[in-house]
């Protein structure tokens, strides 16, 4: 596959995954360009079937709640040099073009909250028959969506020197708010998402969650040290408008070190959550996913 683009033209190697009835749905990508000085960087990634095109008003596919995590790298405000982000949110579309986004990010070990009354409140702008929707948040993101079908879409942020992307899917569907810690139950696989351009932990475990308290085995890897076996302990809780928005946090501790874990997440569904770390003095935040691992975009 040949792309021309205005930064440059890129080649890729396509490997089918998916057809349904003789149509590629589901593919991996990636870039067979050669690396320079001057492109360093080479893409790989998924590609994935499309509901609705060419859309005549992209907009009109965001018409409920939808969970997504983020990740990547950012050069913060002041800054010369690149630290990683993670981030969890929950987009509500709230009818016409405004919607709300309830946010939680690191960067670079300095978490931000936006939850409850601090929720981003912003609307969408122009959508293209490719399904590209803008917003008019600048700050603390500027998402963009690329509707994949009805409430779920890959986000890009377009932040400036901020290569972060994530996928935005369905809140909680067969079910719906209020959410509780006994909405999301029972024994999960767990794992660090996409892997990391930079030094970052990576970890995977199964863990169980009863009614506000965890319990499992998790297997770490740091720059320091490969552990595996750890046993895992602790509480979760909903925060003040977790009801709502299905937002939480995570208590954990570990044996052996590294001793304590802190974690905000987002209930995607009875059997799936994206999470963040948000421990104090780690400065390398990752974005995990509990449950389901659908593998879309690299990101969970």
Known sequence: MSVTQQLG????????ITTTAG?????????????SQATPFVSAGKLVHQTGYPFSNAIQSFTAASVGGLSGSVIPNGQNAYVPFAGVAQLQA????AFTLSLVDNVGGSVGTALGA????????????????????????????YVISNN????????????????????????SPPFSTST???????????????????????????????????????????????????????????????????????????????????????TKAVMITTTNGDTNPVLTILGEQTDDFGVN
């Not at 879409?153 to 067969?174: T, W």
């Open 9 to 16: 033209d890129m080649n890729f190697s396509v490997y089918p």
């Open 23 to 35: 149509l590629l749905t589901e593919a991996f990508i990636v870039e067979t360009d050669s690396v």
């Open 94 to 97: 709230n009818g016409g073009n």
């Open 118 to 145: 601090s929720a981003l409140a912003a609307s969408f702008g122009t959508g293209d028959s490719f399904g590209r929707v803008d917003t008019d948040l600048l700050q603390p993101v500027a998402p963009v969506f």
């Open 152 to 175: 779920e879409s890959l986000c890009i942020l377009e932040n400036i020197s901020a290569p972060v992307l994530g996928l935005f899917e369905p809140q909680s569907p067969g079910t």
């Open 184 to 270: 999301i139950a029972g024994t999960l696989v767990e794992g660090t998402s996409q892997p990391a351009a930079t030094a970052l932990q990576n970890y995977s475990g199964l863990i169980t969650l009863a009614s506000g308290v965890v319990s499992g085995t998790e297997d770490l890897s740091t720059t320091g040290a490969n552990s595996s076996g750890l046993a895992v302990l602790g509480t979760y809780a909903l925060t003040a408008s977790g009801a709502t928005d299905g937002s939480g946090t995570f208590n954990l501790t570990q044996t052996p070190p590294p001793p304590v874990f802190n974690g905000a997440f987002f209930i995607v569904s009875p």
